[in-house]
């Protein structure tokens, strides 16, 4: 991103350390729940790639999924891997051909691995990669005390906001893709779930001039994070009606966008409802199964725009997000509720599955929170 | 559109003759199934109105609904009403304000009466205005010697073209919207429904720049038009399988774009499979009833955009449709397969209703084909 | 915009009493220097047109000219003609046809009056059409008691901010519409030159979502209010260079975008190097006389994109306005610095030729400020 | 772009033919005019490059400035370089890393070698990257039996086109570039300037979906070339005002693009003043000086966009390309004048300063044309 340095000489010590000894790291070592934590050989980096010291990583929805052994991780998963594709680290260590970065340089990451020559990469649409690896999934991931990472996956941390900020750019990115797809300055938009990149999306469209945020949720304590989050109004699904509500709250007017982080069916029905026509709707949120819709009433006497959202632009969206995090106008803290040790992983999972967190960051085994 | 001229006076002869007579129109005249021919009134246009004699007028599916008296036609009609949404005419009158245009131009006619202050008007979407009349539906439309239209709902008529393509502008207008919802240009796009509209996209598609046109049916007849419209394959998915067939046909890239002209739920999902990732389906076609989507596989985890399209855009869409037809770049004749006179509608109906058709147009009493 | 209430029957007491009496202008009676204060008939709203009492109005630069009479007004204006073209008014009378509006309500008002046919009107780009009349320029505007205007150019004025922002609606919509004319979100822009309208725009980027906005002068006076208007830093290009200021304040990443407010082509090419490749200048500022460009260094290996920026969107510029002002999210008031009695009209002419006021407003006969 | 394959070995024998030989090249040997057939080793490739046995390649109008050695190539060109940025070639040897090809295959190649980290690499701007290298300019070109290019700058050359056509992608990427940088299908265009990019363009936006593409230029010799390209009308501009005839062809309603490709001042002027309101100007053409344009009247009063256009969208354009020529919808073969051995590149260079040539394409040692 910034100006080039000549790549420095990683120092032999640094090299010399790493590789005489193993690292702890949370593994996923086998076909069933759960999952480990492992001794595992520090990994080198090979052409290209760079070597990292995981300084955070955060916990997703994604991980819980892995961890229960759902479904889809069984499809997925192939054990042994290294969970962990949200964090931050420092680059211990330069592959062959690396020119662009040097050692001691702090460098968020982009989970995607992608091919660079199938026709989604070719037409910059990277994050819809055929043949996309993603690290901590298919490959080595970063709950681990190293990690090693493509260096065109490595985004040079905004060194003015704090480390667990750092260490979520990644479902960050989610967030600020949603946004972006469409039309938000000087719009009106819901944020529908409040999970963390719901959480994330509220303060993102806040800072990205949004005229007017209404998030939504069945938990209250999600609802007061959005609030922390700067949204201008909440509505308790549970207990209110999205479409009455939102016609209230914007006089009539109905959302010129929905950002849609929950994948609730009835979400994506109440957001269709409650768009003005000729309005947008961006799905992030994974629907659990398939649902039915009103195609006629929701979507085409109404000129509305769907997008289906995955990823993050590659590297647009992170280009927007480090504007807004260096310019300090983006401020995510408040929707960080938890930072503890990675060590305590299973406990971690515990508050996901609890619905009483927003994200959880961890801090690996040798740092200090 | 033209440089105007002076609006004419119109003579006062005209004036007189359609003041002092009835015409004959086709008429819902009743909350039931059919359609009459009968003797009603020459309306008079009002401020900012024309009255047109109509030389010839298309037949719509909605027409088809109508007559035969659907569930949507029971809560939208209010007998009686002249029916006819799609109608070339010449300008006999002016209603007074009027100063674009002058009597004897003919002109071709958004069905779409639009408010121009909702949010949608004002921002661009008048073609999804929240208090749209369409002419033919809520107020008196073009199967009858004359109508009333307002001036802004007027388009000088390309005069290269033939009458009968002069006359289905309109549902032409739907097919190039739809079209230039997205990228169309070098790209490879399916057409899936080959009624007329669909008929029409295939034309359009390959007017304005599309690589690829494949186009899908279940009848033969409509694939064989689909041909003369100079799509490049066709595929009868009564037969063959749509993805297979587009895999094979696209040599393994996939389709950049969809135009789905069929309401069918297979072929919304069969496209939504064979869209390359990052590519866009944009649908026109009404599903008779809701249906489910497996939205994580065919439309988040692939980035895809879905477009619900209704209408022209007032007026960049007729516009383009009026110049790919002035330069002769389109020619959608082969799509107009019966030109009858307006007397025998009934049998126009059971035209459609056979699915030996493609687009049906009709000629008004005292009009000669 | 909003729901439309039927349209009232104007007060008979309410059209008596203008009808039978004369008011004060500000009329350019002459072909030549100046401008005079007038008794005129007060103007009766024809077909589609509403009949305002003038509450605000703004003073603009285009006035200025008028009154000293340069050459571009001597080739335009047409004496005489009352004077304003951005004002506020309460509707106190309806023309013939007019549905959407009643009286009582305050509007804003589009100054441009456009004939809705030619291909600039009818493919979204009115605020270009080939027939624009514009108020208080071509035909009667609004430094008088009472204006007449289409119903179509007024827009119901958010009723949260105070009356002499909702006077300056029109100049707020060219920041609005040159701000809004690229990328801005997330974006690091400048806005050259800070009249009021560069005033405006400072505002509307960091409203808008614009992660850095920079603003230059070469006046301290204006320099000091573009800082009220929350600029992130200013540089006075009569004592700094303009591109080793930008280099410094982006840390070498240069900008996103340039909104050109000045004219000066100093301003236009420093811009344009201080853009980063592939960023974006929008021209709203009249350059003086025709001027020089290295073209190769400046636009096309930098693959520049140069916008001609002029009026508003018709009317989604007024949209993404009342948005931002009814959200409470935009707030002008600190770039209006003087407010005085319309009688003193020579006054405000002066302070705009002293270069030591933001945007003035007056306040017509019988208001109080 | 295709489903790749496993990378096969190089056969052994290839491998040891080039490695144990020199080859013929175009040297520019020395900073002064001229250049020369030289014996030069056979380069080898790099981890991420591949090595190609040159096909054939297009000479270019800078390589005559090269050729010369004007003020540009003085402080552009570090002697000796081999020649030449358009090509295609067959892979005979794959560098270390490369998976996504075999030996065999046979690919035309983007000349911009981009560093991909620079904003403009990382916002999908690659063609402005700020670190680029060009082929043939600043390392090693095609002018030669054989060359080595990174394997991400290959693109497999479409079957069914002829050799010439592969071997001129570059150029013709540049006519796609800017055709498609504004509103295409459906649109009235001009192409001002037919050398071999100006016809390239012509053929591109009939191919595109244009309704209307004129040409201009003062060379007799080329518009007959444009007409072979299918220009629906071609203007001699140093016989004609391209104004008055624009004017007449379009009908009045003027052009909605242009695609300016001749670098002189008065051809972008013409072009703007020709632009119907809202319009686009898309400049390729590089002026050999500064010029001046009166803004007001030509860019900011009628709303238009005007870009700065260099290289090719990587891989965009490439994809709409191939796109194009896959599907036969592209032909450019008229614009392809002259074919001869490279050996006789003197001879080329001597036609291009005729001007009585279109693309001119070089058959390497040992290849037969």
New interface residues.
């Given amino acids: 991103?910034?100006?080039?340095s000549p790549a420095a000489t990683a120092p032999a010590r640094a090299v010399t350390v790493h590789r005489t000894r193993t690292m702890k790291a949370i593994v996923k070592a086998t076909a069933g729940p759960g999952a480990e934590i492992c001794d595992v050989p520090v990994p080198a980096p090979g052409?290209?790639e760079l070597l990292l010291k995981v300084l955070r990583a955060g916990v997703c929805g994604t991980d819980l999924h892995i961890y229960t052994w759902d479904r889809w991780s069984q499809g997925r998963i192939k054990p042994p891997v290294v969970l962990g594709h949200e964090f931050v680290g420092t680059i211990v260590d330069l592959g062959?051909?690396v020119t662009?970065f040097r050692t001691g340089e702090r460098v968020s990451c982009e989970s995607h691995i992608v091919?660079?020559?199938?026709?989604?990469c070719?037409?910059?649409?990277g994050?819809?990669?055929?043949n996309t690896k993603i690290l901590g999934v298919d490959v080595n991931g970063g709950f681990a005390e190293y990690v090693v990472v493509p260096a065109?996956n490595a985004w040079r941390a905004p060194s003015n906001v704090p480390i667990e900020v750092q260490g979520i750019m990644e479902p960050l990115g989610n967030a600020?893709h949603t946004a972006?797809a469409g039309d938000?300055?000087?719009?009106?938009v819901a944020v529908t779930g409040c999970g963390p990149i719901g959480l994330f999306a509220v303060g993102v469209a806040r800072?990205?001039?949004?005229?007017?945020v209404i998030a939504s949720d069945v938990a209250p304590y999600r609802l007061e994070l959005a609030r922390t989050m700067k949204a201008?109004a909440v509505i308790d699904v549970s207990k209110e009606s999205f479409v009455d509500r939102v016609q209230q709250l914007t006089?009539?007017?109905?959302l010129d966008g929905v950002l849609e982080m929950s994948g609730s069916p009835q979400a994506v029905r109440d957001g269709l409802v409650s768009l003005?026509?000729?309005g947008r709707l961006s799905?992030?949120g994974?629907?659990k199964e398939?649902?039915?819709?009103?195609?006629?009433r929701l979507?085409?006497?109404?000129?509305?725009?769907?997008?289906?959202?995955?990823?993050r632009?590659m590297?647009?969206t992170?280009?927007?997000?480090d504007?807004?995090l260096?310019?300090g106008?983006l401020d995510v803290r408040p929707a960080i509720t938890h930072v503890m040790p990675m060590e305590r992983f299973d406990e971690a999972i515990s508050l996901l599955r609890s619905g009483q967190a927003g994200k959880v960051v961890l801090v690996p085994w040798g740092e200090s929170a």
Wanted: include cysteine.
């Fill in positions: 991103m910034n100006p080039t052409a290209g062959p051909g662009e091919c660079g020559h199938c026709i989604a070719r037409t910059g649409n994050h819809v990669c055929e065109t600020v972006f938000l300055s000087a719009c009106r800072a990205a001039g949004a005229a007017q201008d006089e009539g007017r109905g003005r026509n000729g799905m992030l994974l629907p398939p649902f039915e819709l009103d195609w006629n979507l085409i006497f109404k000129g509305i725009t769907l997008h289906g959202i995955i990823g632009r590297y647009q992170w280009y927007q997000m504007n807004l260096r310019s106008r």
